[in-house]
Structures are given as C-alpha cells and as structure tokens.
C-alpha cells in the first residue's frame, strides 16, 4: 500500500511540473526568448524588459496562485467531508464564500464613496480585505450559532451555513440589482472566479496562511479516520474531539477566506479532488490529505492555463471551468447516493 501512495504521490508531482513548465509559455503574450534566457538576463540587469515583466510579474505569480488555490481548497474541503462524514461536504457548505462575495459587493458598490480618502495602498487592497473580513465574519457567525458550552454541533453548523448563505445571496442579489453597468460587470467576473490579478504580495500572503493551515490541518489524518467510527469511539480512543472540530473549522474558513479574497468564487475543487481519490484510497484520510493538496493544485493549474488560452487574447473566469468540471462528478455523487438508497 505504501508503494502505491509512493507512485501516486511521484506521479502527480510529475504532472505539476509539467503542467507548471507547460502554463509558463502559454497565454496570450509569446516570448520571444525561452523562460530560462529570460530569467538569466533579468538576474544579471536587474531591469524588466517586456518579457521578463510579463514572466517574472505576472505569469509566474499567477501560476504560484493557482497551485496554492487548488492546495488549499481541497485539503479544506477533504477535511470538512471527513468531520461532516459526509462526501457532499465542501468549503462553500458553511457559507464562507457566500459571505467574502456579499463583502466584495458591497466594496464595489459603495467602495467608490470613501476611495479617495484611502492611502493608496488601502486603495489598491481594498476588495481583497472587505472579502477577506466578509470570509471571517460569516465564520465566526457560523461557529457562534453551532457552539454551546464548548461543543460544536455538525448539523447546527450546517444548518446555519444554509441560512447564511440565503441571507448574503439575497442581500448580494440587491446590490448586484442596483449597481452601474460597469459595478455589474466587476461583481459578476468577480463572483465566477479569476486570477488574474496575482501578484508576489498576495502569493507571500495566501503562501504563509495555506502553509501554516495545511501543516495542521495534515496532522488531523488520524482524528478523522477515527471520527469514521463516531464521536464516541474516537474520544475513547484518547482524541480531543471538541477541540479538533475548532481547529477544522476554524482553519479551513482562514484557508478558503483568504483564497476568495484574492481570487474571487472558485467553486466544486473542494468537493471533486477527495471525491476522485476514494475511488482509490477510500476514506484513508492519512493518504487523502496530503494527495488532495496535490492533486488540487494540479487540477485548479490546468484549468486556468485553459482560461487563459481558450478565448485568447480575453480569458474566460476560471470558476466557469471548475463548474463545468465539476458538475459531472457532483450529479454522479448524487447518483450513487441514489443506488445506496
């Protein structure tokens, strides 16, 4: 078994080198060097000409963005199937993007009102941080509800992650409703996901927070393989089982809150990646967690490099890709759950 986890594990390095080497010369602007003659020539000038600008600035970060995106959204929703022991379980079920979406809208909405007395830095960061806050609060919201006296129960949570995310829709529905045309477009590209607007600040941020999360979050392996067999038998086996809900939780809102902060709704990688790899490894959550980080990053790599090519020189919001992918595999969920039945 461990020489299979091995071979799986090489093989989807592999393919993310390739893929990564592969998403660094196309796009819609062709170098006229290769990569590597181009990277030699900056270290040595230390000035951008047009090539080295659109590698080193805004290609290489995109992609950067895109490895710890996909990473982050399927550890994060491989982890809440296994505390929620439940396959259809993913990031958006506690309304953590719906909450970093209605922020976002509010900024773009009213944002222009108190733009001008910003520091330009603020200015710059401004939709990023109201997503971000939207992410956090909608969380804390969430996990407020579902506590009481220390214990956190699932199906409140859920619940009130269904409740939350009526209530932003709703609300985003009426400021998308009465936006300018121009606020409508920047609402709607924004809700279906984009990273084109990476860059090295925001890779270092995401980079620090997906780093910190998944080292914890990778540790967990075997509290939800326990957790398998209920509450009540893991907490006999010696496992903190209150305090390692809260740690879930609270990490993967941090993870997926900082994702969409960044880069607007990127939808169904959560759900799909640990769905594809039970086919393999069942519910081992040893195996699933480090391999869905891999995986995700892969899958989330190859499905922007597409955006970026299929409508050249536009490129189409990468959340239409994830959705047209994952959509199958969710209705094929649903149809196996219908068989069980």
């Not at 214990?151 to 949570?157: G, P």
């Amino acid at each position: 078994m461990m020489k299979k986890i091995a071979v799986y594990k090489i093989s989807f390095f592999v393919v993310l080198i390739i893929a990564f080497v592969t998403a660094l010369y196309l796009g819609a602007y062709d170098f006229n060097q290769s990569v590597y003659e181009i990277i030699s020539t900056y270290l040595k000038t230390k000035t951008h000409t047009a090539d080295s600008f659109v590698l080193i600035e805004l290609r290489i970060p995109r992609i950067l963005m895109a490895i710890l995106t996909g990473s982050a959204l399927a550890i994060s929703g491989t982890s809440l199937q296994g505390l929620f022991k439940n396959p259809l379980a993913s990031p958006d079920l506690i309304g953590i993007t719906s909450g970093a979406v209605l922020f976002a809208a509010l900024t773009i909405v009213f944002g222009s009102t108190i733009m001008h007395l910003l520091p330009p830095f603020f200015r710059y960061t401004l939709l990023s941080i109201m997503a971000f806050l939207g992410a956090l609060l909608t969380m804390l919201f969430v996990y407020k509800m579902a506590t009481s006296n220390g214990k956190t129960h699932i199906l409140i949570l859920l619940l009130s992650g269904v409740a939350i995310s009526a209530l932003t829709g709703a609300v985003t529905g009426f400021l998308t409703y009465i936006s300018t045309e121009e606020e409508l477009r920047n609402i709607t590209f924004w809700s279906l996901g984009s990273l084109a607007g990476a860059n090295w600040w925001k890779v270092s941020l995401v980079f620090i927070i997906v780093l910190i999360g998944s080292i914890i979050l990778l540790k967990k392996g075997k509290i939800l393989n326990a957790l398998m067999l209920g509450e009540k038998e893991a907490a006999h086996l010696g496992f903190d089982i209150e305090k390692n809900k809260r740690q879930i939780i609270v990490i993967t809102s941090l993870m997926v809150g900082s994702v969409v902060a960044f880069n607007g709704t990127i939808g169904f990688i959560g759900l799909v990646i640990p769905y594809i790899l039970r086919f393999v490894f069942n519910s081992n959550y040893t195996i699933l967690l480090p391999l869905s980080m891999i995986l995700g990053a892969v899958v989330l790599l190859i499905a922007d490099t597409i955006s970026r090519i299929i409508v050249i020189p536009a490129e189409l919001p990468i959340g239409i890709l994830t959705a047209i992918m994952g959509a199958p595999v969710f209705i094929s969920i649903l149809i196996n759950y219908k068989r069980k039945l």
